[in-house]
């Protein structure tokens, strides 16, 4: 686990145990629904329900130190890059191979495609 992974997660223990534990989907009702990120490139899906319900991570672990509560706020910044990601910044925070799947390795996970794309968006997702 990198040292970022280890200090976010610290981070979030620590800041769960002062706001009443860590809140899991079933306290979270409303928890977001999936994001199309448009930038830098077109049709990166990322699934709140997946991290949330499926995963059962909590809300203040990702919010509000590596993305803002705001949908989409982070793709605005110059550095929303792989660049970046391997850096350890945004979704490279887990996604580092150590915590979460490695994101150099299973790009269809969140690059979804013309079809994906289209198929989300007919979701409804927020993009």
């Not at 990120?37 to 059962?56: I, Q, W």
């Not at 793709?75 to 979460?100: I, L, P, T, V, W």
């Amino acid at each position: 686990m990198s040292k970022a992974s280890v200090v976010i997660l610290a981070l979030s223990l620590v800041l769960g145990g002062l706001y009443g534990g860590p809140r899991h989907a079933e306290a979270q009702e409303g928890y977001g629904e999936d994001i199309i990120f448009t930038k830098p490139v077109k049709g990166v899906l990322f699934s709140h329900k997946v991290h949330v319900e499926d995963s059962g991570l909590s809300c203040n672990l990702c919010h509000d130190k590596l993305f803002q509560m705001s949908a989409l706020t982070a793709q605005e910044g110059s550095d929303f890059n792989h660049k970046s990601f391997k850096a350890g910044k945004y979704c490279g925070a887990c996604h580092d191979g150590k915590m979460g799947f490695a994101m150099d390795a299973q790009c269809a996970k969140c690059h979804t495609g013309v079809k994906g794309l289209k198929k989300a968006e007919k979701k409804g997702s927020k993009k």
